[in-house]
């Protein structure tokens, strides 16, 4: 083996024992004893994933896409419950008429509605309750029954505007 000082070379003194070579680090000496360059392992984590950049690029598409999606999405909502509130409103109004012209008389609260022509007040999308609808009763001289004017319509009791650009409440 020699001694490695004089040889010249830390490695070449080491050339019979690995337990000393740094991780990573090949045994590169020749049977002469001079040293080979020593070859770094490339580990294997090096050799498969995605770099920083691709990463970055695809986050970016994904963040891309959902900003565009979210207002979709929130109108989509939206859209939907204007599509139930119309309907509401329109059972509700048809609703009045057919007690109306069975009673012979309006109704004087939307709970006189509730054992014959509707299980349940429905909600209102819009404020999320059934007790926020906003009532507008008829005129004594033009209602059905002159002593009792009792409710002409109905509208939702929102403060909000529609996709269309009109208050809910003039619905």
């Avoid at 609260?109 to 007040?121: A, K």
Wanted: hydrophobic share 35%; aromatic share 8%; with cysteine.
């Amino acid at each position: 083996m020699g001694n490695p000082m004089l040889n010249g070379s830390l490695w070449s003194g080491l050339a019979g024992c690995h337990a000393c070579i740094p991780a990573g680090i090949s045994s590169a000496v020749t049977a002469a004893g001079t040293k080979a360059r020593p070859r770094l392992r490339t580990p294997r984590s090096r050799l498969r994933g995605f770099t920083f950049v691709e990463l970055m690029v695809v986050i970016s598409i994904i963040v891309i896409l959902i900003t565009i999606s979210i207002p979709i999405y929130s109108n989509t909502i939206r859209s939907s419950k204007e599509s139930v509130l119309k309907n509401n409103l329109f059972t509700l109004r048809t609703v009045i008429d057919n007690y109306t012209y069975d009673k012979g008389k309006a109704p004087q609260s939307l709970q006189d509605l509730v054992p014959g022509y509707l299980r349940e007040i429905p909600y209102d999308p819009m404020t999320k309750s059934n007790q926020s609808w906003r009532i507008i009763m008829e005129e004594a001289s033009q209602s059905v029954s002159q002593s009792e004017p009792g409710i002409f319509d109905v509208k939702s009791g929102s403060d909000k505007i529609g996709l269309d650009g009109t208050p809910y409440a003039e619905w």
